[in-house]
């Protein structure tokens, strides 16, 4: 029961967190440009919070495993409020890039609460990864609609207020039901960024397939506006609709469906078909006559998503020792902020060459990801050689 209250504490910071981001996304573009910035600008400035994640999620995940989970995620989520309320006050470009970088420092508490829930569960690691997957899935698909209307009655400064106001609440719910653990035994050893990708065993190949997933992900959000305007003459409209339904069907399958996925399927065999729902999802979109086939893709591929994320979170967990899991989320972080950094910019590239060319790549990566995804038996051998426990 208590480890239910605990991640009941982190489900509803997630969701507070996430929805108060997610307030911003029908805005900042639209404002910016309002402010008169061009488009180089714009992309610059929204993706500086990806660059700032990719620098300080592994340190923060390092300082949680040194000082434990709690102080890290209110500090974090604090900083999250601090970059939502400096928004409500923007008044330029300036300001927004301010709020931007603040958030992206802030950002590393979804990786350390992911870090939290690892602790609390030695098994069915899978299903506990999907549900606090479901509660950032829920603040980001409820966050943008109520974003929109706030921005509609009182600009930025309604917006702000108020998703700032999501993220301070997180903050203290983590501050009152969260326990205050004592990390566990630290080595002296002094760790780099990535001593962790050095040190075990084939760790480095189940990451390398997490990253490229965040990747082809990155890629398909990059271009999928302009590739319904190009095929099928569509707009933000439809770009709405499927993103919100993708979104919805993914909280669905991290909720519900992927406790009994654990249940009957090994973790390594989830994730290959996993990827290979993803791949087969990104090659329908550019070849799809009508919107009806996009759905179908958006279903293959967004039921794919949402078992390969959680699942591969658990197999990487699963070969690091206690205490240092801090350090692995925030790698992991750093990971699908470096595809959300640079995924937009390649699919862009690739789009004006050939409609279809970044979807393709994109489905060929996800091939390639399915193929790395060690089997079954190579999984068990990889787990003997894991980092062990401390004494």
Same mark, same amino acid.
């Given at each position: ?90 008044? #330029? ?52 609609? *109520?974003?929109?209307? *706030? ?5 930025? %400064? ?17 501050? /009152? ?18 001593? *962790? ?14 990253? /490229? ?25 439809? !770009? ?25 399927? %090994? ?41 390969? #994320? ?18 692995? !989320? ?23 060459? %050939? ?22 038996? *190579?999984?068990?051998?990889? #787990? ?8």
């Amino acid at each position: 029961m208590k480890n239910t209250k605990v991640e009941a504490a982190l489900w509803s910071l997630a969701f507070l967190d996430l929805l108060g981001f997610g307030m911003l996304i029908p805005d900042a573009q639209i404002r910016l440009e309002s402010m008169g910035s061009k488009g180089w600008a714009i992309g610059a400035i929204l993706s500086s919070m990806f660059l700032v994640q990719v620098l300080v999620s592994s340190a923060w995940g390092r300082l949680s495993d040194r000082v434990g989970r709690k102080p890290v995620v209110v500090i974090c989520t604090l900083l999250s409020a601090t970059a939502m309320f400096i928004y409500a006050k923007a008044e #330029n470009p300036a300001w927004i890039l301010a709020s931007r970088i603040i958030a992206g420092l802030g950002a590393a508490n979804i990786a350390v609460a992911q870090a939290y829930i690892a602790d609390l569960n030695a098994t069915k690691l899978v299903s506990a990864m999907g549900r606090i997957g479901a509660a950032v899935s829920t603040g980001l698909i409820a966050g943008p609609a *109520l974003g929109g209307l *706030l921005s509609s009655k009182g600009g930025n %400064h309604l917006l702000g207020l108020v998703a700032g106001g999501c993220s301070l609440v997180g903050a203290l719910t983590a501050w /009152v039901l969260l326990p205050s653990v004592r990390p566990t035994k630290q080595s002296t050893k002094p760790r780099g960024t990535l001593s *962790l990708l050095r040190e075990i065993k084939y760790l480095p190949r189940v990451f390398g397939v997490i990253a /490229v997933g965040w990747l082809s992900l990155a890629t398909l959000e990059g271009t999928f506006g302009r590739l319904l305007k190009n095929n099928l003459g569509m707009g933000a409209m439809e !770009f709405g609709w499927v993103f919100s339904y993708e979104s919805v069907l993914g909280l669905i399958v991290q909720a519900f469906v992927l406790k009994w996925i654990e249940s009957k399927v %090994h973790p390594t065999l989830a994730m290959r078909l996993a990827y290979l729902c993803m791949g087969l999802g990104l090659v329908v979109f550019p070849f799809s006559p009508n919107l009806g086939v996009i759905f179908l893709g958006s279903t293959i591929y967004a039921f794919g998503s949402a078992v390969a #994320n959680p699942t591969a979170n658990a197999l990487c967990s699963s070969l690091v020792s206690k205490e240092r899991q801090g350090e692995l !989320f925030g790698l992991l972080q750093s990971a699908r902020s470096f595809g959300f950094l640079v995924g937009p910019g390649i699919g862009g590239w690739l789009f004006d060459r %050939h409609v279809s060319s970044p979807y393709v790549g994109a489905a060929l990566i996800c091939l390639a990801a399915m193929i790395a995804v060690p089997g079954q038996t *190579l999984f068990e051998k990889i #787990n003997e050689s894991a980092e062990p426990e401390p004494a």
